[in-house]
Structures are given as structure tokens and as C-alpha cells.
């Protein structure tokens, strides 16, 4: 153990893994991440054991999925690069402007997966496939509308200018928590839609 | 708490401390507080009124079971009891006991003044309480869950059973889980974080990596648990397949998730408690654990190979011979690390002087326990046994050796070794000699028999037993054993009130033990430490005997040169591994959030129970509120940063 010097000083709060916040939020996204692994285990359990085709409707259609995923990817590097603009020249406009192109651009993803959805053959109750298909996408969906209602409330504090003096945690560990979102999303949409591509 | 706070001779640092720290008194206070003290021994209380509960239940299946056909209970109301008995125990006792040691302990035991995240903390328990409401609530209208503590598909399905049983059972995991995945999170980063400087990870309390390693597992290991109700209550409610055949879905889905949650649970309930053995045994063989490192290491590889042996419980279910043979092989390795720590407690025993006090006959009694309970462990772990002795008695007798052996016995030797420091007051020494031997011997009369009884073939669960059978003798000693069993726990709470009024006064390190919490008053303060400790060796009160080094922890009133950090509530973060500070921490106050988002989410589970769009509306909202409320962003102090030692 280091003897400590006088007058050594010491940030309050911190950031990044200094502060306690970010640990925390490593736990939450632990423990979702970890969630989303038994989903798709059950997924990938229920089609091992089926007899017939998996899924029993035929692979399902790309055409809404690539594009929802390319705008979910979008809305990603939008925060990304906000919040990068943010940091270096504390422009809360430009930082409003990126959080609200991607709470829009989190919008139109959760419009198009409820189209998407609308068109399936098959409704949540059809067969074991449709169950496990509609609770794989739909936990995804309610992650996705937790990460918007956050966003919405890290737009709502920029306005309010909470982030113009002080420490700025909640924006990082948010677009941390988005980020996350996303690329479970890419791991869902490799799962449910591009695997059953291949049989 | 009997020795009130201005008793204690308080310094002036300590005064303004105390201004800042201390809960508002009056109703407010008492919803608001967010001390870990105070909610470690509301987990203490309420997870021993849920061990009481679910006792009485058991008591009145042994009465049921004490004679061949008796018709005291229908099998309908004895499939409620042990399933509610089951779920009592190991969610609603064991594993909220062993949360209620360690918030009471960790920071005590850190050298911090509270937990990471303070408001979480107050949060898991009001969520673990009106959780275990919850899972009661039908308990008065005879439609408490009846599926056994692990809900087996197709018996729970709508279709066997059509009543709201399984869905309070069902909703009712998934909200305890909220109460535990909180709380796992908020030891993990305490841990990490907020620790004395100097306390590295290899002077951790072994306790601490007990909860440590259960709270990283139950981090993962209960969402399985959390999927699988929740896939439950949608194939009963919402009509989808995934464990209903007919529709293509599988019961073993079940099975797996159920399991796959479950044994690391099992492990989750017992390595805390392992660890109050190992760091309260020594104490009375007057000299440090043997093998610190190894117990160390074991504890985590048991959590690691503890995720690879869930199978163990489905050997029955007709799964190919190769995966069998997998898990069977894990299920042997694991005895490993245990025998680990038991010759690791044996060697302190041994090479110690032994004290005979009531703590040392709990601890020693249960390394006993563990042994028995391990090696018929080590017995079901060989499938072809397994084969034979699955569903009977035999398990049951295996699975209170290890869960009471394990959790139980050092729980309340743990209770009787902190009770001082708790309190500020000794329990009664000849009292608790009497409790351990009641308790001891009632325990291995009820279940020890209960081996024999499952080789005899009496299978589990069932309600009543043919006179053919033979096994009436061995049951009536069982029941018999199990109100002994009572007995002690009753004279157990006997010395706890006798105790509280009028034991003497205990002194700040009754046991003159090593380790940082000993070397508060008792109780401690609110704050804890006026100034906060620099940890020099594993033994911080121990150092000039052992005399291992020249270093010195620099505690209490040495400390005066130490961080007083008293501009604001505030404790210090560090670095993981090697404990350097590097953050000062702004800790929040009384708070009535956490209470109001568990009373939020309660509305929102009931509201899903009932299927009422209005309440899970409601409840959905006023979540969405408090959780804008508690992150809402807080300017700091004037400065972001500070300067210690000015």
C-alpha cells in the first residue's frame, strides 16, 4: 500500500471505471446480456428437438430486418459521435440534436419490428417456434423502449443544461446501455433471422 | 438497539459525522434509511421470520408423516406445504440470510461506510419483502403454489393445474429475482470499490469472497430462472408452447433453465456460510484459518464448476448416456474444492486451541454435517445410484444435511459470534450450549433416519405411506427429531430476548478477534469509522502477535492522520485490486425511492397476477417516474475534486 501523500488529490464521483456508476451499469448489462443467452439457448433448444422445419413457416423475410438493422447500427454511431462532440466542445446543441436524431431513428426500428411482426403468418400462441421467436424479439423490443425512455431523459437534462457544469456520467453509461442494446440486437437478428437463411 | 448511540463517548469529528450520517428519526426515517446496519438486520429478522414460517409448515408435515396413513392433511393441502416450505427456504430464508450477514458485515468488515450503492441496497430488501408477501399472498385461500419448490412442467401446467398457484409462484420468482440480481450487483461493486485502503484482495475476509463469488453467480444464473417462470406463465396465461408438447415446446426446456439457475443457487446459499466458518472458526482456535489461499481459491471453483453440473438433477430423464456421463464426472470433481475447505477447518481445529464456546460447537458441528451431507452428495453424484435413490428420501435427507448443515448451523453460530458487535451485548453462554446440543441432536434424529427410510424406497412429496412399508418407526423418530429441532430454535430466540435486555455489555471485541469490524464500538456508529482505516495485513487486530511484518494497520484513534472525509457523506472508492484509493465517493441520504419503487413494482406483479391493464399500467408508470427521479443528475459538491490530508 502506497502511503498517501499529503494534499494528494482525488476526483469526486469520477468517471469512466473510476466511478461507481459505470461498475454498476457492467452489472446490469452482465445480467441482460447473460439473459439474452438463455433466450436464445431456449431458441436453439426448442429447434433441436422439433422433428419437422425450424422454423415450420420457412426462414423468414429480410427485407424489414436489414433495414431495421441498419438503422438501429445508425442510431449507434449517431450517440456515438453526439457524445464525442459533447465531451470535446460541451455543445449542448449539437448533443440535443444527436439524442433526439436517435431516439427517432429508435422509433422508426420499434414502427418497422411492429410491421414486421403484423406480417407474420403466425401469432405468439401458433407453436413452439412462434413463442420462442416473439419472446426472443419482443424482450429485445421492451430493451429497446427502455433504452429510448433513457434517452429521452438524458435529452430532457441536456435542454435543462444538468450536464453543462459537472460531471456527465449519465450520458456515457446511457449511450453505453444503447450500445448494448445494439448489438444484442445484431446477435438476435443473426439467431432468429439470418441462420434459418442457411438450411 | 439497547446501547444507544449517545452512550458511546463520541469525538468532535464524530459528532459532525454523526450530523451527517445519522437516519432522520420518526416514521420517515424508518422507510428512508439507507444504512447498511439497519438493513442487514432487517434481512437478519425478516429472512428469520420466513426460517420460522416455513419451519412451523415442515412441523406440520412431520405430523402428517409421524404415523403410517394418517388422514391429518389432504394431499392437495400437503402438496401446498412442502412446496411452500421448499420455496421459503431456499428463496426466502437462505439466501436473504446470508444478504443480511454481509450488508450488516461487508463494510464493516471493508473499512468503508456503506455499501456502493446505498439506495439499491434499501431497494433489494423492500423488493425481497414484498416479494415474499407476494409468493403468501394465496396462501389464506388454499391456492398457494402446490408444484413443489421446482415447478416441474407438465404437473404445473394450466391443464393439471388450472387454479392461480403456479402463477403466484411463477410472478413471484421473477420479482424476488429483481430483490436478488440488486442486490448481487451492489456487492460485486462494493466489493471492487468500496474497501479501506490497503484492504487488497488477498486480506479479504473469506466471507467477502463468499458473497462475492455467490453475487457474481446469481448475476447470471438468475435470469435462467426468471425466463423460465416467466415462459410459465405465458404458456399458462397467454397460451403459447413452450414446454406444452402439442404445440412443439418441451417440458426439459424446464428442466434445464430451472436447473441451470438452480445448482449454482445452491452453492450461492452455502459459500457465504462457508465463509462466516472460516473467518469466525479461527477466532476460537486462537489462530489465523489454515490455508487461506486455498479455501480462497476453492470457494470460486466450486461457483465455477458449480455452473457445469446441473444435469445432475435430470439424471433421470432419459438424456443420452454420453452428457450424463459428462455431468456425473463434474458432479464427482466438485468434491474437490469442498474436501478443500473442510481439511482446511479440520488442520484449524487442530493445530489451534479450541475454545468451547457456543459459536465454536455450531461451526465445529457443522463441518460434521457438511461431511455427511457431502458424501451423500458424492453418492447421488454416480448416475447409476442416482437412479436408485432419485425422488426418495435419501435426496431428502442429502439436501438438509448440506442446506441446514451448511446454512443453517453457521448462521446461527454467526448470529451468536456478531451478536455482540450487533447489539452491544453477550448472549447467554449456557443457554447457547443448550440451543446447540437441542438443535443438534434434533436435527440428525429427524433426518438422519430419512437415509434409510429412501433406501427402504419411501419416495418424496407424497402425502402418506402404507403400514407395509416398515418405515413408520423411523418416521415418528423423524417427526420427533424435527420438534426437538424446534425446541432449539425456540430456546434460540429465547436468549436472542432474553439477551437484547439484559445481557452485559459486550465491549468493541468480545472475542478479541483479527479482523476490522471488531475494532468499532459496539454497535458502530452510523459512519462506521471516524477515520477511515489503512489495512496493513489480512489481521488487522492481530498483527502484533502474529507479528508477520513490520506494518501496522492504522486504525481508530491512530487513524486521527487518516481521511475523515466529513464534508458531506462521503466515503472513499478504490482501485479492485490493490485497494489505492482513487475516488472520493458522495453517498446518498435518507431516501423514500427505493420504498416507493418496490411499493410500484408491487403493484405492477399484482397487477400481472390479475391480469389488470390498469394496475400494470399504473405500475408500470409510477416505475418510470421513480426511476426518472432517483437518476436524476446531482451537481457535486462545489469541486470535483479533493484534496485528502489538508
Redesign the interface.
Given at each position: 500500500?502506497?502511503e498517501?501523500?499529503?494534499?494528494?488529490?482525488?476526483?469526486?464521483?469520477?468517471t469512466g471505471p473510476?466511478?461507481?456508476a459505470w461498475?454498476?451499469m457492467i452489472?446490469?448489462i452482465?445480467?441482460?446480456g447473460?439473459?439474452f443467452v438463455?433466450?436464445i439457448?431456449?431458441y436453439a433448444?426448442?429447434g433441436s428437438?422439433?422433428p419437422?422445419p425450424w422454423p415450420?413457416s420457412g426462414p423468414p423475410s429480410l427485407k424489414l430486418a436489414l433495414t431495421n438493422t441498419a438503422i438501429l447500427i445508425a442510431s449507434s454511431v449517431l450517440l456515438a459521435w453526439g457524445l464525442r462532440k459533447f465531451r470535446r466542445q460541451r455543445d449542448r446543441r449539437q448533443l440535443a440534436f444527436a439524442l433526439a436524431g436517435t431516439i427517432v431513428l429508435g422509433a422508426v426500428f420499434v414502427t418497422i419490428q411492429g410491421f414486421e411482426w403484423a406480417d407474420k403468418p403466425f401469432v405468439?400462441?401458433?407453436?413452439?417456434?412462434?413463442?420462442?421467436f416473439f419472446?426472443l424479439t419482443g424482450v429485445h423490443m421492451a430493451h429497446v423502449a427502455v433504452g429510448l425512455?433513457m434517452l429521452l431523459?438524458l435529452l430532457v437534462?441536456t435542454l435543462l443544461g444538468?450536464?453543462d457544469?459537472?460531471?456527465?456520467?449519465?450520458l456515457s453509461l446511457g449511450a453505453l446501455y444503447w450500445h448494448f442494446v445494439d448489438v444484442v440486437w445484431l446477435v438476435v437478428f443473426t439467431t432468429a433471422y439470418l441462420v434459418p437463411q442457411f438450411k | 438497539m439497547t446501547v444507544s448511540q449517545a452512550d458511546a463517548t463520541v469525538s468532535p469529528e464524530g459528532r459532525k459525522l454523526l450530523g451527517i450520517w445519522e437516519t432522520a428519526p420518526g416514521i420517515f426515517g424508518w422507510l428512508a434509511t439507507v444504512d447498511h446496519k439497519t438493513i442487514g438486520i432487517r434481512y437478519l429478522c425478516t429472512a428469520f421470520f420466513f426460517l420460522i414460517v416455513g419451519g412451523l409448515e415442515a412441523l406440520v408435515m412431520r405430523v402428517q408423516l409421524a404415523q403410517p396413513e394418517l388422514k391429518l392433511l389432504s394431499p392437495d393441502a400437503y402438496n401446498q406445504l412442502f412446496s411452500m416450505h421448499g420455496t421459503t427456504m431456499m428463496f426466502l430464508y437462505a439466501l436473504p440470510m446470508l444478504s443480511g450477514f454481509s450488508n450488516y458485515l461487508w463494510p464493516l468488515m471493508l473499512g468503508s461506510r456503506d455499501m456502493?450503492?446505498p439506495r439499491?441496497n434499501a431497494l433489494s430488501y423492500w423488493t425481497f419483502l414484498a416479494a415474499g408477501i407476494f409468493l403468501y399472498v394465496s396462501f389464506p385461500i388454499g391456492q398457494a403454489p402446490n408444484g413443489g419448490w421446482f415447478a416441474y412442467v407438465p404437473n404445473t401446467s394450466l391443464q393439471y393445474d388450472p387454479g392461480i398457484n403456479m402463477d403466484v409462484f411463477a410472478l413471484g420468482l421473477v420479482f424476488l429475482g429483481i430483490s436478488t440480481?440488486v442486490g448481487?450487483?451492489n456487492f460485486?461493486?462494493t466489493l471492487?470499490?468500496?474497501r479501506a485502503?490497503?484492504m487488497?484482495v488477498n486480506r479479504l475476509p473469506i466471507i467477502v469472497w463468499g458473497t462475492f463469488t455467490a453475487s457474481c453467480a446469481n448475476?447470471?444464473a438468475?435470469?435462467?430462472v426468471?425466463?423460465a417462470c416467466?415462459?410459465l406463465w405465458?404458456d399458462r396465461r397467454?397460451?403459447?408452447?413452450?414446454f406444452?408438447v402439442a404445440?412443439?415446446?418441451?417440458p426439459?426446456?424446464w428442466q434445464?433453465?430451472f436447473w441451470?439457475f438452480g445448482h449454482p443457487w445452491v452453492y450461492a446459499l452455502v459459500l457465504p456460510a462457508m465463509g462466516i466458518v472460516s473467518d469466525a472458526l479461527p477466532v476460537f482456535c486462537r489462530r489465523p484459518l489454515v490455508g487461506y489461499t486455498l479455501v480462497a481459491i476453492s470457494t470460486v471453483a466450486t461457483m465455477i464448476l458449480g455452473f457445469g453440473v446441473w444435469v445432475h438433477h435430470m439424471f433421470a430423464t432419459g438424456l443420452p448416456v454420453m452428457s450424463l456421463s459428462f455431468f456425473s464426472a463434474a458432479s464427482f470433481v466438485i468434491a474437490i474444492p469442498s474436501a478443500v475447505g473442510v481439511f482446511c477447518w479440520i488442520a484449524t481445529i487442530w493445530t489451534g486451541k479450541p475454545q468451547f464456546t457456543t459459536p465454536f460447537l455450531f461451526f465445529a458441528g457443522f463441518v460434521m454435517l457438511f461431511v455427511i451431507g457431502g458424501v451423500s452428495g458424492f453418492m447421488t453424484a454416480s448416475v447409476a445410484l442416482d437412479w436408485q435413490l432419485t425422488d426418495s428420501y435419501f435426496v431428502v435427507a442429502h439436501l438438509h444435511y448440506v442446506l441446514l448443515g451448511i446454512n443453517v448451523f453457521p448462521v446461527v453460530g454467526g448470529i451468536h459470534f456478531w451478536f455482540p458487535k450487533m447489539t452491544g451485548r453477550m448472549m447467554d453462554e449456557r443457554l447457547g450450549r443448550w440451543t446447540f446440543w437441542t438443535m443438534f441432536i434434533g436435527f440428525n434424529a429427524a433426518f438422519f433416519p430419512m437415509h434409510v427410510t429412501g433406501l427402504m424406497g419411501m419416495p418424496r412429496r407424497v402425502y402418506t405411506y402404507p403400514a407395509e412399508m416398515g418405515v413408520g418407526g423411523l418416521n415418528l423418530l423423524s417427526t420427533i427429531g424435527a420438534f426437538v429441532f424446534a425446541l432449539g430454535v425456540l430456546l434460540f430466540l429465547l436468549n436472542i430476548g432474553r439477551s437484547l435486555r439484559s445481557g452485559p455489555p459486550a465491549g468493541d471485541n468480545p472475542w478479541d478477534a483479527p479482523a476490522l469490524e471488531w475494532s468499532t464500538s459496539s454497535p458502530p456508529p452510523v459512519y462506521n469509522f471516524a477515520t477511515i482505516p489503512?489495512?496493513?495485513s489480512r489481521h488487522p487486530l492481530w498483527e502484533e502477535r502474529l507479528g508477520e511484518t513490520d506494518r501496522r494497520s492504522i486504525l481508530g484513534d491512530r487513524a486521527s492522520t487518516?481521511?475523515v472525509l466529513d464534508r458531506g457523506k462521503e466515503t472513499?472508492?478504490v482501485t479492485p485490486l490493490?485497494?489505492?484509493?482513487?475516488?472520493?465517493?458522495?453517498m446518498p441520504g435518507d431516501s423514500l425511492l427505493p420504498f416507493l419503487l418496490a411499493a410500484g413494482m408491487t403493484v405492477l406483479f399484482f397487477g400481472l397476477l390479475a391480469r389488470s391493464g390498469w394496475a400494470i399500467g399504473a405500475g408500470g408508470l409510477a416505475e418510470?417516474v421513480i426511476l426518472?427521479l432517483w437518476?436524476?443528475?446531482r451537481?457535486?459538491?462545489e469541486?470535483?475534486?479533493?484534496?485528502?490530508?489538508?
Open positions: 500500500m502506497s498517501l501523500g499529503d494534499g494528494e488529490v482525488l476526483p469526486v464521483g469520477g473510476v466511478s461507481t461498475w454498476g452489472c446490469v452482465a445480467t441482460e447473460v439473459l438463455y433466450l439457448f431456449s433448444y426448442l428437438q422439433q419437422g415450420p405468439f400462441s401458433t407453436n413452439a417456434y412462434s413463442s420462442a419472446l425512455l431523459a437534462w444538468r450536464f457544469r459537472g460531471h456527465h456520467e449519465h | 456502493a450503492f439499491l440480481v448481487s450487483a460485486i461493486v471492487l470499490r468500496c485502503p490497503g487488497s448475476l447470471l438468475v435470469p435462467a426468471s425466463l416467466a415462459m405465458l397467454f397460451g403459447t408452447h413452450f406444452d404445440g412443439g415446446g418441451q426439459l426446456l434445464h433453465l441451470i489503512q489495512v496493513a487518516g481521511m472513499i472508492g490493490d485497494a489505492e484509493p482513487n475516488v472520493v465517493l458522495k418510470i426518472f437518476l436524476t443528475p451537481q457535486f459538491a469541486s470535483e475534486e479533493v484534496a485528502l490530508h489538508e
